[in-house]
T-cell receptor, first 116, second 114 residues
């Protein structure tokens, strides 16, 4: 089954410290993985994606994610957190089972709270 | 470019009432999607349209209908609203040409059914 899990409902980190938001996935075949961010009262915005190649993917706002095939993980990271990074983060995997379009399966979301 | 726009932003309905949520995109995208967002459940796909003229059910289609009016517009209709449909609804679009394409989201419609 195609699925994605975000094991933490909330992550708390102090400003200036590194942050990690965890994501694990289950897919058949090669995974297409995404991270999106949602600020309050807004729609989701794309951060980064992994398709193939380098396991470390760099994205918007200084975020990066590390793809680990053996652990089936795609954790989101940032070396130094900002208060403005506080938001809801979604991991997602492309559902490749159907041929009638490219659906995406989203995790439940992790709320990141960065304290000044 | 406005990107993906949705109307209305907020709506309160009584049980049994009907309404249509409107969505439009100006990015010439082929694929469009409707999701609902509920606390602790992430986004769940209601319906999607891979290309103009086609629509398919997603994970939670019951109680909803959709129309892909043209390439730009994709509407979601609630024929007889129920309290369980209280949610935030997001429309999204993507190029649809590859497995790696990115989705672009509208600002959402917050719907309350009393």
């Amino acid at each position: 089954a195609q699925s994605v899990a975000q094991p933490e409902d909330q992550v708390n980190v102090a400003e200036g410290n590194p942050l990690t938001v965890k994501c694990t996935y289950s897919v058949s075949g090669n995974p297409y993985l995404f991270w999106y961010v949602q600020y309050p009262n807004r729609g989701l915005q794309f951060l980064l994606k992994y398709i193939t190649g380098d396991n470390l993917v760099k994205g918007s706002y200084g975020f990066e994610a590390e793809f680990n095939k053996s652990q089936t993980s795609f954790h989101l990271k940032k070396p130094s957190a900002l208060v403005s990074d506080s938001a809801l983060y979604f991991c997602a995997v492309r559902d490749l089972r159907n041929t009638g379009g490219f659906k995406t399966i989203f995790g439940a979301g992790t709320r990141l709270f960065v304290k000044a | 470019n406005a990107g993906v726009t949705q109307t209305p932003k907020f709506q309160v309905l009584k049980t049994g009432q009907s309404m249509t949520l409107q969505c439009a995109q100006d990015m010439n995208h082929n694929s469009m999607y409707w999701y609902r967002q509920d606390p602790g459940m992430g986004l769940r796909l209601i319906y999607y349209s891979a290309s103009e003229g086609t629509t398919d059910k997603g994970e939670v289609p019951n109680g909803y209908n959709v129309s892909r009016l043209n390439k730009r517009e994709f509407s979601l209709r609630l024929e007889s609203a129920a309290p369980s449909q209280t949610s935030v609804y997001f429309c999204a679009s993507s190029d649809g040409a590859s497995k790696s394409d990115t989705q672009y989201f509208g600002p959402g419609t917050r719907l309350t059914v009393l």
